[in-house]
């Protein structure tokens, strides 16, 4: 495997289509051609690629892109240090998350501006694609996993220093709509180029759709091109109440949003967060293209069980479920972000969809829609190799077997 240029015969499927028949080739770290196999072998440099053999019924996407990942392999993105950071990413892109966020959890205002510049060099040379916070801004009655000695109320001048210490990297940031001072940090946000991102809410339906759509209009008249001119929602029905036929609460207000295109839903279909079923209704009330998969893994995703850190929380992790030690919510998710595709197919959502949600429209969200996500002659050559049984044969990225 010295050859640079390559050609992989198998299944394709990318940006909601499937090609049966399908090649991709791969010329140094950039995507030389992803199509038919008949028109591949009709160009005059089809023998100049290598063939490389695959396994019988394999099937090749996009590499994966997860907008909510807070750390594995024992390494916490909130406190972190380089060469742990190192570990985490190199277990990361193997699992076929091949790009992301690091997300940081709610701490003493210090901790998340060290952590933000430490991120921030990684996000420079490009091993992920920036930062995403998680508060402080959250709600206390729904802060879940988020220590509540550390929120607070929007605070101009610390999301200025956090901007600051990510130097132009913080690319989402979760806030509770019901707080006041929100919509000025809105406005805050996407005059930096942040977009916001809708969490942690005791909010009722309305003051969360109000929300949702101010933020959807200074997103707009900022000039953010394609999906990016939308909020998302933080893990939909998680750190939110729920939906109740009297009290619809934010659950309603966001799958409407999101149905009306107004919003993009995060969920964390890892098999504990949310049912199954929950899953594939919400695919099927919004529409896959207005939902990103997301991880939400922590420190303890790669590991056996045992006990981790959440920021400056304390997490036991019990049959592959992360809890906090002081209260046994929820802190995080163990799974990667294939394993969270893996079962969204599982719930009964197409694949074609269900690799949507999580290549083509994160990618989409932050920026790199023209780079990553899809199989395009151009984008970078990241891409997963899978079984008939989506399991993982193979990551590539930038070209390269990992």
């Known amino acids: 495997m010295t050859s640079t240029r390559y050609a992989l015969f198998a299944t394709l499927i990318s940006d909601g289509q499937k090609v049966t028949d399908g090649v991709l080739a791969v010329d140094g770290d950039r995507i030389a051609f992803a199509g038919n196999k008949d028109d591949f072998l009709a160009r005059s440099d089809a023998q100049d690629f290598e063939v490389r053999e695959l ?16 750390g594995a392999m024992g390494t916490d993105f909130s406190a972190p240090d380089h060469s742990s950071i190192t570990t985490a990413l190199e277990f990361l892109h193997g699992a076929g998350t091949t790009t992301l966020l690091a997300s940081l959890v709610t701490a003493e205002p210090g901790s998340m501006v ?8 990684f996000a420079e040379s490009g091993a992920i694609a920036g930062i995403h916070s998680e508060g402080p801004f959250l709600s ?25 210490a990510s130097r132009g990297q913080l690319r989402t940031m979760t806030y509770a709509p019901e707080l006041e001072g929100s919509d000025e940090l809105i406005e805050q946000l996407v005059s930096q180029g942040v977009v916001p991102s809708l969490g942690h809410t005791n909010a009722t339906a309305s003051v969360t759709a109000e929300s949702l759509r101010f933020a959807r209009e200074q997103l707009r008249s900022a000039g953010v091109d394609g999906f990016t001119e939308r909020p998302t929602v933080t893990h939909l029905f998680n750190g939110m109440p729920p939906l109740h036929h009297r009290e619809p609460g934010p659950v309603a207000a966001c799958l409407e949003e999101a149905a009306n295109r107004n919003a993009f839903v995060e969920l964390i279909s890892d098999g504990v ?18 939902v990103l998969l997301v991880s939400d893994s922590m420190a303890a995703t790669g590991l056996a069980d045992g006990q981790y850190t959440l920021g400056p929380q304390q997490v036991n ?8 030690a002081s209260d046994n919510s929820l802190a995080g998710g163990t799974s990667t972000l294939l394993q969270v595709l893996q079962h969204t197919v599982a719930a009964g959502v197409p694949l074609v969809q269900a690799v949507n949600s999580a290549t083509s429209i994160p990618a989409s969200l932050i920026g790199l829609a023209d780079e990553v996500g ?25 070209g390269q077997y990992l």
């Open 55 to 70: 396994v019988a019924g394999a099937t090749i996407i996009p590499g994966l892109v997860d907008l909510h990942c807070h």
């Open 374 to 398: 899809s199989l395009h002659y151009g984008f970078a050559a990241d891409v997963l190799i899978l079984d008939e049984n989506l399991q993982l044969v193979q990551t590539i990225r930038k």
């Open 114 to 121: 060290d952590a933000a510049e430490i991120l921030a060099e």
């Open 273 to 290: 967060h949310l049912s199954p079923d929950t899953v594939r209704l919400v695919y099927r009330l919004v529409g896959a293209d207005n």
């Open 140 to 164: 206390e009655a729904r802060c879940g996993a988020q220590d509540p000695r550390y929120l607070q109320l929007p605070d101009p001048e610390f999301a200025t220093e956090l901007v600051a």
């Open 317 to 324: 992790v019990v049959d592959a479920q992360a809890r906090l």
